[in-house]
């Protein structure tokens, strides 16, 4: 009976526990993209559109998408998976659309500066993301339209479009970070401000890998 209580009590903890840890990513990444438009005032110059348009594409769009199937944390928790298949992939959509707008701004803006492109570790990665996030939104037509899938298993589908989408969300959150430690950004903030932006894609990511990997290795259980 007491053992009962405790499993009973260890499992209310750690829907508790789950639910706080999601309610703050949405919290996060809500912030995060509001101090980014507030600093980089979208429309000031060419360049504003830039970080602007990342920050909406990897910490919004792409965060809320996947959290969208957070069995703790969902704003959509009671709509049927379908719905919140369609509501992800338009997300997605929207994230990509943003990206490519944001990435091809900063081309521009070197060109017209005469400087040369891709050459930091932020531009790669950026430039990697924004490549990855294209083709996993273009890889997951199968999941949407069934009959692209032939000779395909849809749970192989799943599963390979959630570890792919896991790490294109890994490389997005990777690139924010990175893209803190520029130039315009540190002289725009103090370090202790930078030290919390950093915070955001970090616990952000946390959160997000928790969810992805406890969701499949529940599944793998129940089909054991």
């Known amino acids: 009976m007491a053992q009962g209580k405790e499993t009973e ?19 996060l990444c809500v912030a995060f ?6 600093l980089s005032r979208p429309g000031s110059s060419l360049f504003s559109w830039h970080p602007f348009l990342m920050t909406v594409a990897f910490s919004f ?24 298949g369609r509501i992800h992939w338009t997300l997605q959509v929207l994230c990509v659309n943003c990206a490519v707008v944001g ?17 930091s570790w932020h531009g790669l990665l950026g430039l990697t993301t924004v490549c990855v996030a294209g083709l996993q939104s273009l890889a997951a037509l199968p ?9 395909w298993s849809l749970a192989k589908l799943k599963r390979y479009h959630a570890a792919s989408g896991l790490v294109t969300y890994l490389f997005g959150c990777g690139s924010l970070l ?5 130039t315009w950004f540190t002289v725009s903030v103090s370090s202790y401000t930078w030290y919390l932006s950093a ?17 499949y290795t529940t599944k793998k259980r129940l089909q054991s």
């Open 9 to 27: 009590s260890e499992a209310r903890l750690y829907r508790y526990t789950r639910t706080v840890a999601a309610a703050l990513t949405h919290v």
């Open 33 to 38: 993209t509001v101090l980014l438009v507030f």
């Open 61 to 84: 769009f792409m965060t809320e998408a996947i959290l969208l199937f957070s069995p703790h944390g969902s704003p959509i928790r009671k709509f049927a998976h379908k719905t919140k």
């Open 103 to 119: 990435l091809a701004v900063i081309a521009y803006n070197k060109h017209l500066n005469n400087k040369p492109h891709f050459t």
């Open 143 to 151: 999941l949407k339209y069934h009959t692209l899938a032939k000779g």
């Open 178 to 182: 990175l893209g803190l430690c520029s």
């Open 199 to 215: 915070l955001c894609p970090v616990l952000s990511a946390l959160v997000i890998m928790d969810q992805v990997s406890r969701a």
